[in-house]
């Protein structure tokens, strides 16, 4: 028979504070969010701020709701998630297998490292005229500045999680025989995980930046675009509702990847 797990007084005790100290952390975010969008919304109606200059928030949901009706706002939402999407595993998958070849060869890594170090810092809106010559001015070039502003990112952090593997237990596998395939099947890409899941977290913000950055230049559609279009004709409850879109759609993806992290650590 299966045995029951017996827990002590003690940890039931921590089990319990634990929870109610979330509980706290959770109730404190929203109280300070709802905090800030009523003060926000009483100064708009009192007159104290300028509401054609700082929106407020019943006007961006009356914005956001008209959107909704007359279909434009799901449209836009799926071009640049579509877009973000897709810059985001281009440049993970692309990130992670480049950094493995840097980790392989040494010598390719002291080649290339110059040329990735001059790359990041590279101002990336500076090649916008480039890459819309290259892709057109269409999503290929959104998905393109999205990549481009990720995949130095996720190089960089994966090669340096590589790098950090205990150098002991890489020579206590070399003694037992290990090829170097099985060095980096065996302990390199296992102990790396963590650093997977911070880049994945880094790399969401940078899909987005990436993405609306792309939407900026050439878009005819999108929540960028929306964001341009609306600072163009000085609708800026348009500019805001789009932005508070936008953080919510960054926001959902970003919990994504904290959920998959918790299954993570959970199976590890």
Known sequence: MKKEKTFSKEHLLYIKQVKRESFLVWIMRFSILFFLIGAWELMAQLGTIDTFITSSPSKIFNTISTLWVENNLFHHICITLYETTLGFLIAVVLGYVIALMLWWSERLRRILEPYIVVLNSLPKIALGPIIIVWCGS???????????????VAIITMLNGFLATDKDKILLLKAMGANKFQILYKLVVPGSLPTLISMLKISVGMAWVGSIMGEYLVSRAGLGYLIVYGGQVFKLDLVMASTVVLCILASIMYALVALLERFVIKYK
């Open 138 to 152: 269409g999503s290929k070039a959104i998905v393109f500045m999205a990549v481009l502003i990720g995949i130095i």
